[in-house]
């Protein structure tokens, strides 16, 4: 194995560690503590909002302080940014459909995979019906779907 | 009423967003939970180990920190039909939408791009009506 492989994987290692213990530890696990933070016209309790703000007071000096600063990654790779400008329909119809599933249940995709060693079946359900959802919605935007409609449609 | 810091939540934040700078910093990748996973549903070559290694990591992390009393919650359900559906429109919404609470909440918002911006605001938005109609029909 390159040693270029071998740091990415220990990057990446470093990194998985500290996003499942971070994820734990705000308790961005408990669905409960969720609903309850979205539950602003109720009995609101606005602790999570201290998880997107503790998480944004680290990565954005840093990103704008040293990693916006520099053409490449320490590994010598591209910083692999997305470099669309356009808000366009997808990205708004995308967020509005995960925003009504992140309501129903109370969980996002990094807190579900984070539970994942609790082998809960609530959370099982959750992770394999949204790998279905994003196979599913990989088929669409390859224009299999439609393609797929247009043919029964023809028939 | 007193309001007091929330200590967990705020450390777990910085947890994540320490992560996210460390995996762009030294490998060039977007710590997004719902773009690793894609990543890996659709595998290109070279570029699925360091996904596998941070998804296995991430789930192990919760059983190296139990020691430290620190747990995950009991979570159970009412309706497994509720959990299935939302399931699927988290899958298919992170997709269409390119990205999560993690990769347009920590990592584009903190690069100030317009488009994560305002999927945030969308997504927030969107749970906050959703959880406004569960409370209105008793389901919380």
């Known amino acids: ?7 990415r994987i220990a990057v990446a290692a470093v990194a998985g560690l500290l996003f499942g213990a971070g994820m734990v530890i705000s308790e961005m696990v408990d669905p409960n503590k969720v609903t309850a933070f979205l539950n602003v016209t109720g009995a609101w309790d606005p602790s999570l909002a201290f998880v997107m703000g503790g998480a944004l007071l680290v990565f954005t000096p840093i990103y704008h302080g040293v990693i916006k600063k520099r053409q490449t990654a320490v590994s010598g790779e591209p910083l692999q940014l997305s470099h669309k400008k356009k808000v ?3 990205l708004i119809l995308g967020a509005s459909l995960f925003g009504i599933g992140w309501g129903l249940a109370g969980f996002c995709p990094g807190p579900a995979v984070s539970s994942l060693s609790s082998m809960n079946p609530v959370i099982l359900v959750f992770i394999v019906f949204m790998l279905l959802g994003m196979m599913l919605a990989n088929q669409y935007l390859a224009g299999r779907v439609c393609s797929l409609f247009y043919v029964k449609r023809g028939h | ?6 200590w967990h939540a705020l450390l777990g934040g910085m947890l994540l967003g320490l ?3 460390i995996l762009m910093l030294f490998s060039g ?3 997004g939970i719902s773009g690793i996973v894609n990543g890996l549903i659709q595998p290109k070559k070279g570029d699925t180990a360091w996904r596998a290694v941070f998804i296995i990591t991430m789930i192990l992390s919760a059983v190296f920190i139990a020691p430290f009393d620190i747990n995950l919650p009991l979570v159970s359900t009412d309706s497994y039909l509720l959990i299935a559906l939302a399931g699927l429109l988290v899958g298919v919404g992170t997709r269409l939408g390119n990205g999560c ?3 347009h909440g920590i990592v584009g918002m903190g690069r100030f791009s317009m488009r994560s911006i305002v999927a945030t ?3 927030m938005l969107s749970a906050i009506v959703v959880v406004y109609f569960r409370q209105l ?4």
């Open chain 2, 101 to 103: 609470t993690s990769g």
């Open chain 2, 121 to 123: 605001v969308v997504f």
């Open chain 1, 1 to 7: 194995m390159h040693y270029s492989s071998l740091f």
């Open chain 1, 88 to 90: 366009d329909a997808p």
């Open chain 2, 1 to 6: 009423m007193s309001f007091s810091i929330p």
């Open chain 2, 29 to 31: 990748k977007v710590a």
């Open chain 2, 137 to 140: 029909f008793g389901a919380i």
């Open chain 2, 19 to 21: 992560s996210a700078a």
